[in-house]
Structures are given as C-alpha cells and as structure tokens.
C-alpha cells in the first residue's frame, strides 16, 4: 500500500503561439509536496495519456505515455506532439488515471504560418507594379542574419529571382 498526499500534475507549458515546422514536446510527472515522484511501483499503475484536440475540425489524436513494465526513471512522461501539422487552435489535454485519483491539465495551443505574406498592387504605377511584404511572426527569428529571396514567375513563364530588402527587425519587401 502506497499513501500519497498533496498529489499534483505538472506540466511543463508549451508556448501559445507555435509555427509549422515545430515539433513541440510535453512533459509531465506527478509530486508529492513539490516533488516529483519516482516511485516505480507507484507509477506503474498510473494510466497516462495526451490527447490532443483540433478545435475546429473536432480531429482527435490520443497518444498513451504508460507503457507495460515500464516507468520513466525520472517519472517524467513525455510526448511529442507530431499531429500538430497544420495551422490551427488546438487543445492538449494530459490525463492520469491512478485507478483512485484522476489528474488532468489542459492547454490551449495555435499552431500559425511563421512567415505572412502580402502582395499590394501600385495602383498608380503606368504598368503593373506589386510589393511583397514579408514579415516574420518568430519573435525569436534573428533578423541579422536572415535571408529572404522570392522567386517570381512572370506571365511568360520566365522566372526572376530577387532578395528582397530588410525594412525593420522582422519585415522584408
């Protein structure tokens, strides 16, 4: 018999804003008292799942993190959230059933473009004239040291190939 008290779920938080192309991960463990428990008889009767909802198609992915005859070293369990593929708001929800206690935590997540793109149209050019705008939404995008070349395909078919310049810190035209 194993009596636990002051039982809680951490998880560690996952941004809010994610882009294509990552891959985040969630980890979480169970503590007593501030302290994560790593118990092997204890965690082996856990049932610990992530499920991740896609708010607005409704998908579901379920990934179990419990595994026969096996609990992590550290008691903490993670998961990668590779079904996170396409723009959209999505619910991470973790579940651990302990047969007699249940803890869960949800997060709200929106997966976006990292880059948006605009093209305007010079109204007031004699012959048709566009801006590309290029702006990056990473915060953590080291503007110095990119690069950022747009390859137009003109009515011909021939194609052009220009760097576009840096306005500020994460826009380029």
């Known amino acids: 018999v194993t009596v636990v008290s002051d039982l809680s779920l951490d998880v560690d938080r996952l941004p809010k804003n994610l882009f294509l192309g990552s891959l985040p991960t969630l980890n979480s463990h169970l503590s007593q008292d501030g302290k994560p428990i790593t118990d ?14 896609q708010t607005e198609s409704g998908k579901r992915w379920r990934k179990s993190l419990s595994k026969p005859n096996w609990v992590p070293d550290d008691g903490v369990y993670s998961a990668s959230l590779s079904m996170m ?33 605009n093209v305007a149209e010079d109204k007031n050019a004699s012959e048709p004239t566009y801006l590309l705008t290029v702006t990056s ?23 052009l190939a220009k760097s576009l310049k840096a306005v500020d810190a994460n826009t380029w035209q």
């Open 40 to 53: 092997k008889a204890f965690l082996s009767v856990l049932d610990v799942a992530v499920e991740v909802k």
């Open 85 to 117: 593929k396409e723009t959209a708001p999505f619910e991470v929800f973790i579940n651990v059933d302990g047969k007699t206690f249940q803890r869960s935590a949800k997060q709200l997540i929106t997966v976006r473009e990292a880059f948006e793109l």
């Open 137 to 159: 939404r990473m915060p953590t995008l080291d503007a110095a040291k990119t690069k950022v070349d747009a390859k137009i395909i003109m009515p011909d078919k021939k194609t």
